[in-house]
């Protein structure tokens, strides 16, 4: 016992396992309360080869993609479908989930969920807009087909498929005769 010699803690390897693990602890602690911007950011990025980009394969199975992504909350992913060139809507506001629950907070739940079209809405018919590239999309909600009840949005075709334009974009697209 006599010949046992005890280190300080800022000395020897104690010392730097002391800092090593109190860093990782708060790396953690840091690293958990960033997590759900984190997350979101990340998927974004994770998209196509400009780390924003995805389209649609249809205006049909968009709707059913969207009711899906409305359902998971997957804000960061349905934002990639988007076209925003022209848009006002900021990087912030889309992740977010405010843009898509009608600039309620994304915890307002699922009936707050209005962007392109509240959840469950079903696809009716897509339709050359007035805009080239543009078709106008027609959803209405479960079990109804009048066209009363009906709403539309738009998306643009590229060569890859098909992006949603969002409102305020939409509003400065050329209007005239139909072009398919």
Known sequence: MANLRLTQPNQGTFGVVIWLVTGAVLFGVLYMMSAPRG?????LQAAGPDGVTAFFASPESA????????????????ARYYDFTGST????YRIS????????PASAGDDA???PFP???RFLYAEPSPAE???RVVVAPPGEASPEASKSFL???????????????AERLPSGPSVP
């Open 89 to 92: 809507v900021a990087k912030e």
């Open 97 to 104: 989930g405010a843009y898509f629950a009608g600039g309620l």
């Open 155 to 169: 998306m643009r075709r590229f060569p890859e498929g098909y992006r949603i334009v969002p409102e305020d974009a």
């Open 113 to 115: 969920s209005e962007r």
């Open 39 to 43: 997350a979101a950011l990340r998927e």
């Open 63 to 78: 709707v059913r993609e969207i009711n899906a992504l409305h359902a998971e909350h997957a804000w960061a992913r349905l």
């Open 133 to 135: 590239g543009v078709v």
């Open 119 to 121: 959840p469950g809405w």
